[in-house]
């Protein structure tokens, strides 16, 4: 008995090796800037977030971002069956990280009033993106129908971004109960045990060091081409940059434009520089006492030589939006239009004009979140500090406190979810939007917030159109916001990891378009 056991416990033992041994991909580090400050994908959709949730999370349609087409994921096919209404046919071999199968009650879930876009939904931010949605309907165990209020031209784009993940309806039934505030603890619950279908498959984390996930092997695209991913926080550039050189990192985020000609030195580095849809903006505080006076506003705006900005910070790699807005719009872009400009003499008038009494305002800034956030904002205090304008940058540490009590000015960032107006302007600044809403840093005029709601559900072109160009005129004058450029991002990779820099900060770990050489 003795042998056979001892010769059972060798071929275990034999199995494993060999399992082990058969098994030789890597185990990813990637050095970030930041990691991120939770999991959930509707609610955390921070630049730092999304980097990951892309990949633990799938939608059912996916972005093609070479030229803006939609491909299957989540969904088998989909169809419009009137108006207002979209059928989505589900795929029948998806499973979650835990083993669950996916079906329409989690797609149903997933866009609840309860949770996403009801007037009390646990994630609030959720109404900007679907709103406007009036149900979801299970139609079988693998179709829904979403079902809009109004017509909404590119509802197939959303199902491919923000707020779209697909979450597992049974991990948040786990904590129902009779509390009318469970889905606040469910919330909590899962923003730090996230679990998805996609290629990433979460194993821990460790506050302000590392996030772990393994590869998810049961992933629909098939098995990915690494072992697993860690995401682990470098704020410093100078440490990113040698850990990618001693091979301690296969990847880092956030380089320079100086730093480039560092890294081209190493035969084993490649670098990715693409131009992100994300626009720096400078927010102000509408509300606040200090800048009530929209003519101020448009001085602080007029002051401000987007050129210098983007030859001293980005080497003129990058480039000022005329207005809110990109060419990848299509035939909703405007490339005639002016957008923010540089004019100090009108800005000194306008300072004059609006009774700048010299009081000094407030320029809150996060150090190392935004590429060159601290070096821009030293250069916009002398550009202010040239037309008459008092400004100081105070650093703090999260959003909370950037938003906190006494916020007048403040650096943030505009991803433009999807290639129209209806994913970027109205998302950020529309009648739903957490500007108006929830920070209340704005109340846009009705004829902005009407504007806005005809660009989402105008059937005709020309009319959404003219409604866009009413929404820019409005925006540009209120001055919510002013435009500073869209940043070039730069990765650093070993030359063995093969993966596409997109114009949005996901990181797509997807077999079909992350690769590894052997």
């Not at 185990?27 to 999304?50: C, F, Q, S, W, Y």
């Not at 996030?211 to 072992?227: C, E, H, M, Q």
């Not at 009648?431 to 004829?447: C, I, M, T, V, Y």
């Amino acid at each position: 008995m003795k042998l056979v056991r001892a010769a059972l416990l060798a071929v275990i033992a034999l199995c494993t090796s060999l399992a082990t041994a058969a098994d030789d991909r890597p185990a990813l580090v990637i050095a970030v800037n930041e990691l991120p400050r939770g999991l959930e994908p509707a609610d955390d959709t921070g630049n730092v977030e999304i980097r990951a949730t892309y990949s633990i999370f799938d939608t059912l349609l996916r972005r093609d971002f070479t030229n803006n087409s939609l491909k299957p994921l989540l969904a088998e096919s989909w169809k419009r069956v009137g108006p207002t209404i979209l059928e989505v046919k589900l795929r029948r071999d998806v499973v979650f990280h835990n083993g669950d199968p996916f079906d329409a009650d989690d797609v149903v879930f997933t866009f609840s009033p309860e949770r996403l876009r009801g007037a009390n939904a646990v994630i609030p931010a959720g109404r900007q993106y679907f709103g406007h949605l009036r149900e979801v309907q299970k139609v079988d165990s693998h179709t829904v129908r979403f079902i809009t209020d109004k017509p909404d031209l590119v509802f197939e784009q959303r199902l491919a971004t923000y707020a779209s993940w697909i979450v597992s309806h049974r991990q948040w039934m786990k904590f129902k109960s009779d509390d009318p505030k469970w889905m606040q603890r469910a919330l909590r619950e899962v923003r730090w045990n996230p679990i998805g279908t996609g290629p990433l498959k979460f194993t821990g984390w460790k506050k302000d060091q590392y996030v772990a996930f393994d590869a998810n092997d049961r992933y629909i695209l098939g098995k990915p081409a690494f072992k697993s991913v860690t995401f682990k926080e470098v704020p410093e550039i100078a440490a990113r940059i040698a850990g990618i050189a001693t091979g301690e990192y296969d990847i880092i985020v956030d380089v320079t434009p100086d730093q480039i000609p560092a890294l081209a030195r190493y035969k084993d580095v490649a670098v990715q520089t693409i131009t992100l849809e994300n626009s720096h903006v400078i927010v102000f505080n509408t509300n606040a006492p200090s800048l009530r006076d929209k003519r101020l506003r448009q001085a602080l705006s007029l002051a401000i030589d987007r050129k210098r900005l983007r030859d001293a910070l980005w080497q003129g790699r990058n480039f000022t939006p005329n207005g809110h807005q990109l060419p990848s719009f299509g035939d909703m872009y405007n490339k005639d239009r002016k957008g923010y400009v540089y004019d100090p003499k009108r800005a000194r008038e306008l300072v004059k004009a609006a009774g700048y009494d010299g009081k000094q305002i407030s320029l809150r800034v996060i150090p190392n979140y935004y590429l060159n956030g601290t070096e821009v904002s030293q250069v916009l205090l002398e550009l202010w500090k040239a037309v008459g304008i008092n400004v100081k940058f105070d650093l703090v540490a999260n959003f909370t406190q950037v938003r906190g009590k006494g916020v007048e000015m403040y650096i943030w960032s505009n991803t433009y979810r999807i290639p129209d107006p209806a994913g970027s302007i109205v998302i950020l600044y529309g009648p739903n939007s957490q500007a108006q809403r929830g920070h209340n840093l704005w109340k846009a005029p009705d004829e902005f917030n009407e504007a806005a709601d005809a660009v989402v559900s105008a059937t005709a072109q020309g009319a959404r159109y003219n409604a866009f160009q009413k929404m820019l005129d409005i925006f540009e004058d209120e001055m919510p916001i002013t435009m500073l450029y869209n940043p070039s991002y730069t990765y650093a990779a070993k030359r063995k990891v093969d993966f596409k820099a997109l114009p949005i900060l996901y990181m797509d770990f997807r077999p079909d378009v992350f690769r590894v050489r052997k």
